[in-house]
């Protein structure tokens, strides 16, 4: 079990595969299984991937307090550090791609892309409640017929701890806002279930975390044009945090955004395949751009760019 032993804390990662080096940061009350069992291991067959668990989550120690962006940003600086790494391809989730927009706003010269997978953030987009997210009608009709006796409150704010409790009742509903009877896939497949749901708890508890997390600082608006790295910013059809998505869109130089259909928050899991392939066509796309070609292989180079963009444009019109 490979630790980084900081100054406040222990840092616990994982490596798999081969290739360009990715770096893939989970979100709040998650852990790096997040990845492993789903879009790591699409994304491992083609890519070195580093994986690790956010302080205070997962198999990572619990300090009783730093857990501001900066401190996110130095763990990742420092672990990248201590493997090696100048530079990197970063994907995060939720909280872990508003950790990669501040590592990418303050250290641009390590981060080679930037994929931006369903966050809010909220200098663009306050917090939702359900009764204004269009699709919590249908969704609540679904989850009381698989079970749920007393649905939230329609003034409920969308956070980690409401997804978490109704994820109990729907299989993928977290994910996609619709039910899949067939499918049983959850969060407590990816070790967030009871354990990720106590662990998370202990952390509010005995630690800053739940006033600290609120800080987003240092994401205001005018904080984004310093991301200057390439930036796939990939968001769920359904997804509550559509409104930052568009206001990332117009804020980061460099960004392209891409749907994923009738998919919801937490799709990177609950849709793997789709999200690998979207990430993977991405940093090809990067890093076939940042190659040196030479004069006889230009033009076949140029068409591998092009049927790759097109493969972009078909998954965002998929169904």
């Known amino acids: 079990m490979p630790m980084l032993a900081l100054n406040d804390l222990e840092v616990h990662y994982q490596r798999m595969g081969a290739g360009e080096d990715v770096i893939l940061i989970h979100g709040l009350g998650a852990n790096l299984a997040f990845w492993y069992l789903g879009g790591g291991r699409h994304l491992a067959t083609s890519r070195h991937l580093l994986l690790y668990d956010l302080r205070g989550h997962g198999r990572s120690s619990m300090p009783p307090n730093s857990y501001r962006l900066p401190s996110m940003v130095a763990d990742l600086t420092a672990l990248m550090s201590h493997l090696g790494l100048e530079q990197a391809h970063i994907v995060g989730h939720s909280f872990g791609a508003r950790v990669a927009l501040a590592f990418a706003g303050l250290h641009p010269e390590k981060v080679r892309s930037l994929v931006v997978a369903d966050t809010q953030i909220r200098a663009f987009q306050p917090l939702i409640r359900l009764r204004d997210w269009p699709h919590w009608k249908k969704w609540k009709e679904e989850l009381m017929s698989l079970g749920l006796k007393e649905p939230p409150s329609d003034d409920s704010i969308i ?34 279930g009871n354990r990720g749901r106590e662990n998370w708890q202990t952390m509010l508890a005995s630690t800053t975390a739940g006033t600290e997390l609120e800080d987003e600082t240092p994401l205001e608006s005018d904080f984004f044009s310093r991301v200057t790295a390439p930036t796939l910013l990939l968001f769920g059809e359904l ?53 040196s070609i030479s004069p006889p292989s230009l033009e076949n180079r140029r068409g591998r760019l092009r049927a790759l963009l097109r493969g972009n444009e078909r998954l965002g019109r998929s169904h």
């Open 239 to 291: 997804s509550h945090c559509l409104p930052t998505a568009y206001a990332l869109q117009e804020h980061l130089p460099r960004a392209r955004l891409i749907q994923v259909p009738r998919a919801g928050h937490f799709f990177p899991v609950v849709e793997p395949v789709r999200f690998a392939r979207a990430v993977d066509r991405f940093l090809t796309i990067n890093e076939l751009r940042g190659e």
């Open 159 to 192: 956070d980690f701890r409401l997804l978490s409790e109704l994820n109990k009742y729907g299989g993928d509903l977290a994910g996609t806002g619709v039910a899949r009877p067939t499918r049983r896939i959850s969060l407590r497949s990816r070790d967030m």
